[in-house]
């Protein structure tokens, strides 16, 4: 394993410029850290380079760059406080599966919280959705607090953005409209896109347009809505 | 309306004080910032001060006090990033009800994460629960990221400390056991504590061993587990 001390270094001096969003597009790479992280990126991703100031399990494949480094250079490229020793860069991810394969979707439409989004990228790989698709203007997948709240799962499911139109499945909106069917009352169709929108806006009128389906979830008066990731989670476990 | 031009007056070096716990807990006051958090916390909170650098509601009450500042102290006082220019302190919450007229406590074991409690709280109230009971060791409750995600809910909720054992309710409790039971076919108790445990090491045992019911969301094997608050929003939306 080679071994650098400085945090100048190019190599170095290169994965943190992963850190601005501008680099990572220009560079289709992204930066990540954690053990558990390693683990899912070496069996799902495509990792091209490791740093590490600590122990790192067996690395089968060949092609990937391993340094050793201080402690120092981990806090620079880490972006938790409590970094566990372990960075390491991935390509950006791709589909693993045919679109014509996916039955079940979810499709955020506009939404901006990034720990909202690492939370629901979770939460659709443990009710097994096939694909996680972002509108135009959501928020990147790979901020760095996306990665952080998704603990790993981005590498489990497909994930990217793309046009709701290019989608020929039944749209289920959530929402709280006129036409809005309570949650425990609808239907479950077999193949279908679950569409959640913006955290203040809610879901686009383009998109209402298209719907085959509104729902909603019955709350108390006292609130103005749930925060979309639990909405989400409540939606994802009744179309499992 | 008294007009502060400094943020080196006292009265605005007291107010960013408590930004600290340490001095929260010393005072029995807390922080918090935004209209519409300011119109709950009028409504159903204890306020004391108001410094706003924009326009206010029309306040009703004589005893509190209210002063124009500058949008530099606005930042001092704030913790978000773009405060909306109305920074406020509230004395701690007292609960609303009798705790005989309880039927529905979600109780939080050790939750450490403040993005969670304040999701948990603010689905909580959505889902008409009389009070969220936090373990000790659990995140502070005036901790300024759990009043951000509360989006204003914990003025319209019990929340307090306290031990789970002065409480003689059903105690279900989310976990992965062999006794555990998919939720849905669970059955709903009139009154009961739904209990969720700490983001890492789940339920303690001591709760375990009083619970009457197990309950579980079945999920896929490709995730450990789900995020704390939406495991607890598919679960109060289950027992609501």
């Known amino acids: 394993m080679l071994e650098i001390t400085s945090k100048n270094n190019t190599k170095i001096k290169d994965a943190a410029s992963l850190k601005l969003k501008?680099?990572?597009q220009e560079k289709g790479l992204f930066l990540m850290e954690g053990l558990k992280n390693l683990e899912m990126a070496l069996r799902f991703g495509n990792?091209?380079?490791?740093?590490?100031?600590?122990?790192l399990p067996k690395i089968g494949k060949q092609?990937?760059?391993?340094?050793?480094?201080?402690?120092?250079?981990?806090?620079?490229l880490a972006s938790s406080e409590n970094p566990e020793g372990v960075v390491f860069i991935c390509e950006f991810l791709k589909p693993k599966k045919d679109k014509k394969d996916y039955h079940k979707i979810i499709y955020l439409d506009h939404v901006s919280d990034p720990g909202n989004l690492g939370t629901i990228i979770r939460t659709a790989v443990a009710f097994n959705y096939?694909?996680?698709?972002?509108?135009?203007?959501?928020?990147?997948?790979?901020?760095?607090?996306?990665?952080?709240?998704?603990?790993?799962?981005?590498?489990?499911?497909?994930?990217?953005?793309?046009d709701i139109a290019n989608y020929d499945y039944p749209i289920i909106v959530s929402t709280l409209n006129d036409k809005s069917v309570p949650l425990n009352n609808a239907k479950k169709p077999d193949n279908f896109i679950l569409v959640l929108g913006n955290e203040s806006h809610g879901v686009s009128k383009e998109i209402c347009e298209k719907a085959t389906d509104f729902v909603k979830i019955e709350m108390s008066d006292n609130i103005d809505s749930l925060n979309v990731a639990i909405a989400a989670g409540i939606l994802m476990n009744f179309y499992k």
Do not use: H
Request: glycine content about 6%.
């Open 22 to 24: 501008k680099y990572r």
């Open 47 to 55: 990792v091209k380079t490791i740093f590490t100031s600590v122990g």
């Open 63 to 76: 092609d990937i760059e391993v340094y050793q480094v201080n402690e120092e250079i981990i806090r620079k």
């Open 130 to 162: 096939d694909a996680v698709i972002l509108s135009e203007g959501s928020v990147e997948i790979y901020n760095e607090k996306v990665l952080a709240a998704s603990k790993g799962a981005i590498f489990a499911i497909d994930i990217f953005n793309d």
